[in-house]
């Protein structure tokens, strides 16, 4: 989830805790970690509201003054449905960190890329192209 100017350092601050998004489908999930310019961030809950469903408590916990504030600051086309995600930091390691950190990766780890690599090889090679050029 992108969040625009002062809100990143409000999100870091914990000041921000929940978000309205206005999508064609839903692009997070609850239980789910996010990397954010504002830090990790666990979503909590997901679910999609009517713009009557956002009460001016739920537009201050998104950053916002009021409730006409909040939904006027939803972008996106107006057909689309509005989710509302409930979120916090996540304090905890990022996993993904300590694999980077690695210079080598165990006989396991290796089989594993080996096997997702096989297996994209594979759904590439499904896909219908252009017939080889023949002169």
């Known amino acids: ?24 489908r839903q692009r997070v999930y609850a239980g789910r970690s996010y990397r954010t310019p504002s830090g990790r961030l666990l979503v909590d809950e997901v679910c999609q509201v009517g713009l009557d469903a956002i009460g001016d408590d739920d537009a201050r916990l998104a950053g916002r003054d009021d409730t006409d504030a909040r939904r006027a600051g939803l972008r996106g086309d107006p057909a689309w449905p509005v989710f509302r995600i409930a ?20 006989p396991t780890q290796l089989a ?24």
């Open 87 to 106: 979120f916090h930091l996540d304090q905890s390691a990022d996993p993904r960190d300590e694999l980077a950190g690695q210079r080598q990766l165990s």
């Open 112 to 135: 594993e890329v080996d096997a997702r690599l096989a297996g994209s090889t594979r759904r590439v090679d499904m896909v219908p192209g252009p017939a080889p050029y023949s002169a």
């Open 1 to 24: 989830m992108l969040f625009a100017g002062e809100d990143h350092r409000r999100v870091a601050a914990g000041e921000i805790r929940l978000a309205f998004r206005r999508w064609e």
